[in-house]
């Protein structure tokens, strides 16, 4: 009886660790079927993140992007929007930080405003830029696993939309 108790209380400790992981999947899960495009996925995110998400093209173009109008982000991220491209002082910034942390993430501080930064790869080649932007709640606090899984629905989307620009001005699509 007591051996039967244990094992009880410990897939319960188990269960109760992994729960908030299971939810993240099953919101994302969620948000990829309710978003049709680069822009819904990032609205619909931001229940899950709480956080301004930009996605930035290679050649730092913005491809979509989603913030709720209360929230004070900086007027470089406001600039940003109206030229549909990223400041080049924000790009020189975040190439160095990119090479000295020789990672595919890095915290940039500009405007008083932490942002994280993710390159984006596809079949090794760069696509772009991920770009969360703090609203209050900390960048560093994000679930690792729920993150990754988000990265590749967002780069899932990025691909769609090269190829949907490309059929546009009618060059040859190649898997």
Do not use: Q
């Amino acid at each position: 009886m007591l051996k039967k108790r244990f094992f009880k209380t410990k897939i319960f400790i188990i269960y109760c660790a992994r729960r908030p992981i299971m939810l993240n999947a099953l919101k994302l899960l969620e948000i990829d079927e309710k978003s049709n495009k680069l822009s819904d996925l990032l609205k619909n995110s931001y229940e899950l993140f709480e956080s301004t998400v930009v996605a930035i093209d290679e050649n730092y173009r913005l491809l979509a992007h989603f913030s709720p109008n209360n929230v004070k982000l900086g007027p470089t991220y406001l600039k940003s929007i109206e030229d549909g491209f990223w400041s080049l002082e924000l790009i020189n910034k975040i190439n160095s930080s990119l090479k000295e942390s020789k990672n595919m993430r890095t915290f940039v501080t500009f405007d008083s405003v932490e942002r994280l930064f993710i390159k984006l790869e596809s079949n090794g080649k760069e696509i772009g830029y991920l770009v969360f932007i703090e609203n209050g709640k900390s960048l560093k606090n994000f679930d690792e696993d729920t993150l990754n899984h988000f990265i590749k629905l967002v780069i899932k989307h990025i691909k769609s939309v090269g190829i949907v620009k490309r059929e546009s001005i009618g060059l040859e699509i190649k898997p």
